[in-house]
């Protein structure tokens, strides 16, 4: 089945990290490129960061650039996500994405998502 | 930055009935413009790709196009599983993506 599952997420104190994992199955995750999306309580959704098929290029929103860092291992098929010096406007569920081949870049795969809640 | 602005932010409808909602960009996407449907809890589903494009297993009473800078949504006969929040999203540098600020679309 293809699939996209995020793990990792939880409760964790301003100034804390966490680090979330999406783990890719049924497709060949190395052709893709992948992002993070995140979604506030009640409120839209905000893209994060995108990061290339072989893991060389990567980009970040402006209001995470410096304190989140997306990577992959592609031996692992899997997408990670590091969130150091949390706010509590961080408060989000995160997704990730694959970058989908036909649409080109819109995000045609989603995970179910993983709670990620700052608070002290 | 590219900028979404999408409108409405709620809808009201009914079963039956033709909806547009609407995606302006600040500057030019060439096309790269994604439509997404969320129900709570849920992630969101892609839609519509490339401004017109149906993905695959989408109803076909569901249709993208566009118009320079906007771009719009269309829902031809509105059925009860398609109230839900919809989004734009622009994709034309993989270095900025962009949402919309979201479309509720409910019961009237």
């Known amino acids: 089945e293809v699939q996209l599952v995020e793990s990792g997420g939880g409760l964790v104190q301003p100034g804390g990290s966490l680090r979330l994992s999406c783990a890719a199955s049924?497709?060949?995750?190395?052709?893709?490129?992948m992002s993070w999306v995140r979604q506030a309580p009640g409120k839209g959704l905000e893209w994060v960061a995108n990061?290339?098929?072989?893991?060389?290029?990567?980009y970040h929103v402006d209001s995470v650039r410096g304190r989140f860092t997306i990577s992959r291992d592609n031996a692992k098929n899997s997408l990670y996500l590091q969130l150091d010096y949390l706010r509590a406007d961080d408060t989000a569920v995160y997704y990730c994405?694959?970058?989908?081949?036909?649409?080109?870049?819109?995000?045609?795969?989603w995970g179910q998502g993983t709670m990620v809640t700052v608070s002290s | 930055d590219i900028q979404m602005t999408q409108s409405p932010s709620t809808l009201s409808a009914s079963v039956g009935d033709r909806v547009t909602i609407t995606c302006r960009a600040s500057?030019?996407?060439?096309?790269?413009l994604a439509w997404y449907q969320q129900k709570p809890g849920k992630p969101p589903k892609l839609l519509i790709y490339?401004?017109?494009g149906l993905e695959s297993g989408v109803p076909s009473r569901f249709s993208g196009s566009e118009s320079g800078t906007e771009f719009t949504l269309t829902i031809s006969c509105l059925q009860p599983e398609d109230f839900a929040t919809y989004y734009c999203?622009?994709?034309?540098?993989?270095?900025?993506?962009?949402f919309g600020q979201g479309t509720k679309v409910e019961m009237k």
């Open positions: 049924g497709f060949t995750f190395s052709d893709y490129w």
């Open positions: 500057q030019s996407v060439n096309s790269w």
């Open positions: 994405a694959r970058l989908g081949g036909l649409s080109s870049g819109a995000c045609d795969l």
């Open positions: 999203q622009q994709y034309s540098s993989y270095s900025l993506y962009t």
């Open positions: 490339k401004a017109s």
């Open positions: 990061i290339k098929n072989d893991g060389s290029d990567k």
